[in-house]
């Protein structure tokens, strides 16, 4: 039986619902020599700012027992490095590219957007307001409806021909007011969630490990939390509004990507799993395929949203 797995991201056909998820996977190149790029379905790239940033001091990431804490800050080429350096590489591959923007005010992540726009290998943006781990911008933006309101709009006006995906922060009363907010006002997909702010002591010194004091938790240990958020905003925005999303936090295996996807998922991104093993991300459509197949399924669509 033949099994189709593609999947329609906004008005963007991905061949399979495998992204990478910001902020692990570099701009390409730094994974292209552990895996076939052109495997994945879409690569969102990690976050872009207007000017180049030095992240946050070190120590920024450490390991915890099921899951990882990383402050890193943001840190990154800014937008003008990137499109002379980076974005020219993305005409190597067949996978759409996606750019994660984020900015210390609004008309920050205007700029960023309204100049890429202009990329011809760009399928669209990832709106970050929900990076736990920034004074300005981040989830300071993404937890008040008012301001979520207004970046998107404003954002919005400038994608021109992409699509336009908000990055939703789960450290919020109700992350279902949030997406619908971002949905009213001009997102074409949902992407949930980032980590969970979060604190790792060393109890020798009695203080913190990271030098910024806390950090964003993923792994293993969030993914029941994301499976929930998932099939919540899918319930009671998503599926409303006929918007796809995009769904992570602690995926691993093709097991874990179809929890997602039964939960509501059109598409889902490996994050954490790939400092273990860079390559995880390209092996598990075949696991998602003899799944279809044991369950004769032929289309990954049935699976959507297909929890009883």
Known sequence: MAIDISINLG???????????????????????????????????KSISMQPRMGNDVPRIVETDSGMLNAIGLANIGVEKFIAEK??????????FFVNIAGREIEDYVAVADKLSQCKQIAGMELNISCPNVKQGGITFGTDPAVVKQITCEVKKVVRDKILIVKLTPNVTNISTIAKVAVDNGADALSLINTFTAMVIDIETRKPVLANRTGGLSGPAIRPIAVYLVNKVYNEVAKPANIPLIGGGGI??????????????????????????????????????DYCQRHNISSIAELIGSLK
Do not use: H, W
Request: glycine residues 8%; negative net charge.
């Open 11 to 45: 008005s963007v056909k991905l061949k399979n619902p495998l992204m990478t998820a910001s902020g692990t996977c570099g701009y390409v190149d730094e994974l292209d020599d552990f895996m076939d790029i052109n495997q994945l379905g879409g690569y969102i790239t």
């Open 87 to 96: 974005v020219p590489m993305m005409e190597r591959y067949k996978t759409p």
């Open 252 to 289: 691993r295996t093709a097991s874990d990507a179809l929890e997602f996807i039964i939960a509501g998922a059109t598409a889902v991104t490996i994050g954490t799993a790939s400092f273990i093993n860079p390559d995880c991300a390209s092996k598990i459509p075949a696991g998602i395929k």
